[in-house]
């Protein structure tokens, strides 16, 4: 089990949480600019690394708040975690 | 028959209603609990509207006077209150067009209380977090799972827990706890 360390409420084991999948995916400011392509990019494809990652979770079961973690897939260790709005370290 | 003639006898009834439970382990029936959810502009009028410390920090309770406030999240605190106590009156005055919402939750959950020097482990047989009182301090309140149910978690001192359960979660957990206390009885 992971412990993944919540910005708001510490590290915490990882049964609390739910995934939400990579970060930083980003709607358009204008969503009738964007052309099919650009939606199949932003609705359907996502990065799948091997090694850093950047990825939403949610503390499910504890404050309940949306956050990003940076982890590396290949070894599951978390480098960091940042609170929405903040910027990738 | 007449069965307008028999008046309705309304009372309230928890999910646990009729469980004795012993000296360790034992339902709380009534009182009050409310959700609040606050931005940190209307932190300081509400917490002066209704005598309790919203400041504290996130995951612990303060408590005044038999009243608690559990900060569960940034904006979100799990206020319980005795049963006949109504906050939302003093909370829109305190808050004239303020951004809040108060909930009133007093009949979604049950409360248990756990004690005892095995509490901690009893816990511990459903629950992941680390109980240790160097992690889990007296006065840390938390949302957390305890097998699979939603639970508020809140140490009120060494060996004693307050469990916050869902209505209908609540036999669930009770069964539990009561398998679990097998193997502590004395």
């Not at chain 2, 400041?55 to 559990?70: D, F, T």
Request: charged fraction near 20%.
């Amino acid at each position: 089990m992971l412990l993944i360390p919540c910005p708001y409420c510490g590290p915490r084991p990882e049964i609390e949480f739910a995934y939400g999948g990579e970060a930083h995916v980003v709607r358009a400011a204008d969503p009738r600019q964007v052309d099919d392509a650009g939606w199949t990019e932003f609705l359907y494809f996502r990065n799948n690394p091997r090694g850093d990652h950047a990825e939403r979770w949610r503390h499910a079961f504890g404050c309940g708040r949306f956050f990003n973690v940076k982890r590396n897939t290949y070894t599951d260790q978390i480098e960091a975690s940042y609170r929405i709005g903040e910027t990738r370290p | 028959m007449d069965n307008l003639a028999i008046p309705p006898a309304a009372m309230r009834r928890s999910s646990l209603s009729g469980q004795e439970g012993g000296p360790t382990c034992r339902p709380i029936a009534g009182g009050g609990r409310f959700s609040l959810r606050l931005p940190p502009a209307s932190r300081q009028p509400a917490a002066l509207a209704l005598g309790l410390d919203l400041e504290a920090n996130i995951n612990r309770a303060a408590v005044s006077g038999g009243r608690a406030a559990l900060r569960l999240g940034p904006d979100e605190w799990l206020l319980l209150l005795p049963e006949a106590e109504a906050p939302a009156a003093a909370l829109a005055g305190a808050l004239p067009g303020g951004l809040y919402a108060l909930t009133e939750i007093s009949h979604r959950q049950t409360a248990i209380v756990l004690e005892g020097g095995a509490a901690a482990d009893r816990l511990n047989a459903g629950c992941p977090l680390d109980l240790d009182l160097a992690a889990f301090p007296v006065g840390m309140a938390t949302r957390t799972l305890f097998f699979k149910a939603e639970i508020v978690l809140w140490r009120q001192s060494e060996t004693c827990f307050h469990l916050e359960v869902w209505r209908s979660f609540a036999p669930y957990v009770w069964e539990l706890l009561g398998v679990i206390g097998r193997e502590y009885a004395s």
